[in-house]
């Protein structure tokens, strides 16, 4: 990313929300969690099953945590949207005025989180993994 991006995000109206505000920081831990938390069920299943109910109590409820959040903050983007009109302005091929740009400005970095990306590698990674071990332990033990 280049520093003219970096510094234009941290104006943006947005940035507290879609970078590395503390509070942003505690849900995506949260969901890195709950995503441990239900792939190492099926190890657990095998293994100590009363930690496998366990691991799986805390990853559901830390998704619903997670998920109960991401869908507050899609919300008040969703109404910040409306409340600004750049919809019908950009069906309408209108002028967009500086205020116009400052919300599409906002809108696009909350869109552009390192997080996101890097939680979704995250479920990627560990699912793979969690296949893997599952394979393991209904073929060979």
């Not at 910040?80 to 500086?98: C, T, Y």
Request: aromatic residues 16%; charged residues 25%.
């Amino acid at each position: 990313m280049s520093p003219l991006f970096d510094e234009k995000c941290e104006s943006c109206t947005e940035y507290s929300r879609c970078r590395d505000s503390l509070h942003s920081w505690i849900y995506f831990i949260i969901g890195l969690i709950a995503t441990i938390a239900i792939r190492v069920v099926v190890i657990f299943q095998n293994v100590a099953p009363i930690y496998g109910k366990v691991a799986w109590y805390v990853g559901v409820v830390g998704f619903f945590v997670f998920f109960l959040y991401k869908f507050r903050v899609g919300h008040e983007r969703e109404k910040h949207i409306e409340r600004s009109g750049l919809v019908d302005k950009i069906d309408g091929r209108e002028v967009l005025e500086e205020k116009d740009y400052e919300n599409l400005g906002a809108i696009l970095c909350s869109l552009s989180s390192r997080k996101e990306r890097v939680n979704f590698f995250f479920i990627f990674a560990t699912s793979v993994l969690a296949i893997a071990l599952a394979l393991y332990f209904d073929l060979f033990k």
